[in-house]
């Protein structure tokens, strides 16, 4: 089953020990009532361990789902927990998420209030083009699909490829030389895994490895293909 998730990174620098201390003990609880139902949903990051450059926690909240009984529809809570790992990389902090693109955005913009109190210091780590080029063509053999973006042909925002041998295409040559590779499907070089790589620094591995070697490949390999966040702009 494949593993997503995504990379993010602090346009404020910040210690580990700093990070998990801003964290511990989180908990909020809300009231939530719709007719004669009334819920308590919780949101909380638990199971902080700090371990070789590695800081792993969750973050869980509930939400409200609506389940189909006899006749009527009642709401219940339901609990996600989503794994996160913080470590650093060339004097930047970075956040790794184990989960779909819009829960990842989601708890980084939550974890970017629990830890700085605002929401946008933790921000997309985004790949440049050029890096992105490169890390498919180190197995260009193995890109299956390829997306290009910046195209300068009116109207036409996206264009792609899709087959074992597209990087060797005529048209591949056209795209490339007028686009920017936005997302590749490929395998890693380095590792061997299989790999769809967006350069928002969204992260999708399709062999069958479990959540902490998922979060390992990106400390490895993602990571250093970042670039450094754009400096925040700040109101006196």
Do not use: C
Request: proline letters at 4%; a negative charge; glycine letters at 6%.
């Amino acid at each position: 089953m494949p593993t997503a998730g995504k990379v993010f990174v602090s346009t404020e620098q910040r210690s580990l020990p700093d990070v998990s201390a801003a964290m511990e003990g989180y908990k909020v609880e809300e009231e939530y009532s719709e007719g004669d139902f009334k819920l308590n949903l919780l949101t909380e990051v638990a199971n902080l361990s700090l371990v070789e450059g590695t800081l792993t926690g969750l973050y869980s909240y509930d939400h409200v789902v609506y389940n189909y009984h006899r006749g009527s529809v009642i709401p219940a809570a339901a609990t996600k927990e989503v794994l996160f790992a913080f470590s650093e990389y060339d004097g930047r902090t970075y956040l790794a998420v184990v989960d779909k693109k819009d829960v990842a955005n989601r708890t980084a913009n939550r974890l970017s209030e629990i830890i700085f109190g605002e929401m946008g210091v933790i921000v997309e780590a985004r790949i440049l083009p050029e890096t992105l080029k490169k890390f498919h063509l180190e197995n260009k053999e193995s890109t299956k699909v390829i997306f290009f973006e910046n195209m300068n042909i009116p109207n036409i925002n996206k264009l792609s490829l899709y087959g074992p041998d597209v990087v060797d295409t005529k048209l591949f040559k056209e795209y490339d030389a007028i686009g920017d590779p936005w997302y590749v499907l490929t395998k890693s070089k380095r590792f061997g895994h299989t790999v769809g790589l967006v350069r928002d620094g969204s992260v999708t591995i399709f062999n069958s490895i479990d959540q902490g070697q998922y979060l390992q490949y990106l400390k490895e390999e993602i990571i250093p293909m970042t670039q450094p966040p754009r400096a925040r702009s700040k109101e006196e």
